[in-house]
């Protein structure tokens, strides 16, 4: 299934260009590489590019690669240049490996990827915010066909709303509420899956019948209350990701949190934005990461962060707004959109050229 949908998220854009950006090739870009278990287009692109989101170009259909999904561990890929100058990967002979027996293992059998999908997979589907909204107009559990405060997987469980027989729900728990860290603006409310169901029989509102699921799954106690949402996890999410760099948009965007809620975080991490479809974001756009560099303050002691002026010289200072100097933000990685609610998205890091904290930006590049 995860195969599936990373062939319908992921491929398919490379005739969506966009020919204006042009391919600068890194000064220490090797002139051959050796593909390795592990690696992703994204990864491999990375060591040839300066821009690895334009990786489409690099990879252009071509007598060698013509479908550069169809690379695999073991396979040599050489840095050329057409007949106008542009650069492209072409594959060479692939690398042979001989075990004590003396038989020939070509290759792995699994072709590389554009992004690890394990990273993505759970959050296509199920990782969501709610909102009040969807909060009230959904369907809830009532209870279960044991008396027990808690449902565990195999019970039947009864719902308040109408469900479908055969379809696939997800339970969720209303969790924190969700704040803009600069503007305190309500963003919605963390979504906690607890489990997944399956509609055996819709009910009657009008009679007070409620619909009948299976408990398929439960990764904590499933209670009266819960949210219950309609999930396909076969469904074509969406057609592909066009990864896309950001032009002419302003944004300012923050990270609320991490998918393993920690403040430091790296590479192919999750991240919550608090930006979403009310501020123009679309799945498959790669925005910079950027840390603001702390201010100095020019004391007669010489320039110091403030935290290391002197206590006298902080309790007695009047106005530093002339001993300020304000220090730029640098870059400090990219990172691409998958998914996109109403005031909030995910996204995943791309690269980083050091720990990603929670409190850096997230601007156009």
């Known amino acids: 299934m995860y195969k599936k949908i990373l062939i319908t998220i992921f491929c398919l854009f490379t005739s969506l260009l966009v020919l204006a950006d042009e391919l600068q090739i890194k000064d220490d870009a090797p002139k051959t590489y050796v593909v390795k278990k592990g690696d992703t287009l994204w990864d491999i692109s990375g060591i040839f590019l300066n821009e690895p989101w334009l990786w489409p170009k690099l990879w252009r259909i071509n007598p060698e690669i013509n479908n550069p999904h169809l690379i695999y561990p073991g396979d040599e890929l050489r840095l050329v240049y057409d007949e106008s100058g542009q650069p492209m990967l072409v594959k060479g002979k692939p690398e042979l490996k001989w075990s ?57 469980i009864y719902v308040k709303g109408e469900l479908k027989a055969g379809q696939n729900y997800a339970i969720y728990h209303k969790g924190d509420e969700i704040l803009d860290p600069e503007s305190k603006e309500h963003l919605g409310y963390y979504a906690i899956l607890v489990g997944t169901a399956k509609g055996i029989r819709n009910g009657n509102e009008e009679n007070k019948e409620p619909s009948t699921a299976f408990l398929e799954s439960s990764k904590r106690e499933v209670r009266a209350g819960d949210v219950v949402i309609a999930v396909n996890e076969g469904q074509l999410l969406p057609s592909f990701y066009a990864m896309q760099t950001v032009k002419d948009k302003e944004l300012q965007a923050r990270m609320i949190s991490s998918y393993n809620l920690a403040r430091e975080f790296g590479k192919f991490e999750i991240v919550l934005l608090n930006k979403g479809a009310n501020h123009q974001l679309n799945m498959g756009e790669v925005y910079a990461i950027n840390r603001q560099s702390p201010d100095v303050i020019e004391t007669a002691d010489g320039p110091v962060y403030e935290e290391d002026a002197s206590f006298w010289y ?50 156009g590049p």
């Open 100 to 156: 004590p027996q003396g038989r020939k293992t070509l290759k792995d059998s699994n072709p590389i990827t554009i992004l690890p999908l394990e990273h993505l997979a759970p959050y296509l589907n199920y990782s969501t915010v709610l909102s009040q909204a969807d909060i009230d107009s959904s369907s809830y559990i009532l209870g279960g066909d044991e008396k027990y405060k808690s449902n565990m997987e195999g019970a039947k």
């Open 314 to 363: 902080r309790l007695t200072r009047p106005n530093d707004s002339d001993k300020r100097i304000s220090m730029p933000m640098e870059n400090i990685g990219h990172l691409m959109v998958f998914k996109v609610m109403e005031k909030t998205s995910y996204a995943i890091v791309l690269s980083t050229t050091k720990a990603v904290r929670i409190e850096d930006y997230v601007s």
